[in-house]
């Protein structure tokens, strides 16, 4: 153990840690995972992200909520954020096994740069996901403002049980 003592205002023991044991990392052996884009049916993403966690794959399907009201009341739907897109998080051995699912078109094909871009940029979508950056929500009908256009009744025409009289000119 070094003993703390400072040299010029320095201290010594933050120059020189004491080393510690190494921290067990990933197994360099291990088949490496990663993200790769899969074009599916819209209406099925939800089963196929299930069906690929059930075989071990990590799976993101991106979603927002949407609040709008009807007849005053309030409604809300859930909807995809990118429709007919799944992120799954596989190997090499998981890909044929991912391309079977019923529903998957096919998964898009990516280089060892374009797959590593891919992981960088899915941070900031899975932060704004949790954050629910991109939820859709309409005033209540109370605090909306209508506006009505007024129409003209058109010469000739009945309206309202009025007979308009065309203009002569």
Same mark, same amino acid.
């Given at each position: 153990?070094?003993? @703390?003592?400072?040299?010029? *205002?320095?201290?010594?023991?933050?120059?020189?840690?004491?080393?510690?044991?190494?921290?067990?990392?990933?197994?360099? *052996?291990?088949?490496?995972?990663?993200?790769?884009?899969?074009?599916?049916?819209?209406? %099925?993403?939800?089963?196929?992200? @299930?069906?690929?966690?059930?075989?071990?794959?990590?799976?993101?399907?991106?979603?927002?909520?949407?609040?709008?009201?009807?007849?005053?009341? +309030?409604?809300? @739907?859930?909807? +995809?954020?990118?429709?007919?897109?799944?992120?799954?998080?596989?190997?090499?051995?998981?890909?044929?096994?991912?391309?079977?699912?019923?529903?998957?078109?096919?998964?898009?094909?990516? /280089?060892?740069? /374009?797959?590593?871009?891919?992981?960088?940029?899915?941070?900031?979508?899975?932060?704004?996901?949790?954050?629910?950056?991109?939820?859709?929500?309409?005033?209540?009908?109370?605090?909306?403002?209508?506006?009505?256009? %007024?129409?003209?009744?058109?010469?000739?025409?009945?309206?309202? *049980?009025?007979?308009?009289?065309?203009?002569?000119?």
């Amino acid at each position: 153990m070094i003993q @703390s003592t400072t040299l010029g *205002g320095i201290e010594l023991s933050n120059l020189f840690p004491e080393p510690q044991t190494p921290q067990p990392g990933p197994d360099p *052996g291990a088949p490496k995972q990663r993200w790769a884009v899969c074009q599916v049916f819209s209406k %099925r993403a939800a089963q196929i992200r @299930s069906e690929a966690e059930d075989m071990g794959c990590g799976g993101f399907l991106p979603t927002y909520k949407r609040v709008h009201y009807r007849d005053g009341k +309030q409604s809300s @739907s859930e909807r +995809q954020l990118m429709p007919g897109y799944l992120f799954i998080k596989l190997t090499d051995d998981d890909r044929g096994r991912v391309a079977e699912l019923e529903g998957v078109y096919r998964i898009l094909p990516g /280089t060892e740069r /374009t797959l590593a871009r891919l992981d960088a940029e899915l941070v900031p979508i899975h932060l704004g996901h949790a954050k629910r950056a991109w939820n859709e929500l309409e005033a209540p009908p109370a605090e909306r403002r209508r506006r009505h256009r %007024r129409r003209r009744p058109r010469p000739g025409r009945i309206h309202f *049980g009025k007979y308009v009289e065309m203009e002569n000119s």
